[in-house]
Nanobody
Framework: QVQLVESGGGLVQAGDSLRLSCADS????????MGWFRQAPGKEREFVAY????????YYADSVKGRFTISRDNAKNTVYLQMNSLKPEDTAVYYC?????????????????????WGQGTQVTVSS
């Protein structure tokens, strides 16, 4: 059973940085691809970033490319999302997700159907 727990959210000002963490309690973390999504009030959940099982392949939404970095530490069963140069439009609940499959092509990683497990989310609020 995979249980994902996000942490690291908070209230920051525009231009600040935050690092989100997602701890995976399952025993298959090193074989799981991982993703980050976010959902703002009144909007659909949207893709933010993806990392394959080894960390070798990553994908980003255009809106965060160059500002956000996804990484993983398989020894700690944890995936991270480093968020720099935050903007008010980054305000959302951020969700960590895990797939039973270790690698995907880009067109697969942006859809929620690719992922089998979800965390409860962590709030990120960026003030202007």
């Amino acid at each position: 059973q995979v249980q994902l727990v996000e942490s690291g959210g908070g209230l920051v000002q525009a231009g600040d940085s935050l690092r989100l963490s997602c701890a995976d309690s399952g025993r298959t973390f090193s074989r799981n691809a991982m993703g980050w999504f976010r959902q703002a009030p009144g909007k659909e959940r949207e893709f933010v970033a993806y990392i394959n099982y080894s960390g070798y392949n990553t994908y980003y939404a255009d809106s965060v490319k160059g500002r956000f970095t996804i990484s993983r530490d398989n020894a700690k069963n944890t995936v991270y999302l480093q968020m720099n140069s935050l903007k008010p439009e980054d305000t959302a609940v951020y969700y960590c997700a895990a797939s039973n499959t270790g690698a995907h092509v880009r067109m697969q990683v942006t859809t929620t159907r690719t992922y089998d497990y979800w965390g409860q989310g962590t709030q990120v609020t960026v003030s202007s």
